[in-house]
Nanobody
Framework: QVQLVESGGGLVQPGGSLRLSCTAS????????MSWYRQAPGKERELVAS????????NYADSVKGRFTISRNNAEKTVFLQMDSLKPEDTAMYYC???????WGQGTQVTVSS
């Protein structure tokens, strides 16, 4: 079955960086678009970034453009989210997603606070 395991979250000060990872199994990873979503307390889940199969095309939410970078390693079946210049409003649970399969990971918590 499809499994998505996120890691890399934590507590970081404003202006700091984190790198999230999502390792996939149970499907042909290199054939699937991958996405990162986030959900803050009391808010709806929102799309943060997406990356197409070969990594050549990426999309970002306006709120993270220029600060976050999504990438993937198809050989390792892993998608990454490099988050720089973090702000308190980036605090949320971050989820890995396979849009075409409707599959979600368990999430990893990111907290940006001084």
């Amino acid at each position: 079955q499809v499994q998505l395991v996120e890691s890399g979250g934590g507590l970081v000060q404003p202006g700091g960086s984190l790198r999230l990872s999502c390792t996939a199994s149970g499907f042909r990873f290199s054939w699937r678009k991958m996405s990162w979503y986030r959900q803050a307390p009391g808010k709806e889940r929102e799309l943060v970034a997406s990356i197409f199969t070969d990594g050549s095309t990426t999309n970002y939410a306006d709120s993270v453009k220029g600060r976050f970078t999504i990438s993937r390693n198809n050989a390792e079946k892993t998608v990454f989210l490099q988050m720089d210049s973090l702000k308190p409003e980036d605090t949320a649970m971050y989820y890995c997603n396979v849009p075409s399969l409707g599959s979600w990971g368990q999430g990893t918590q990111v907290t940006v606070s001084s």
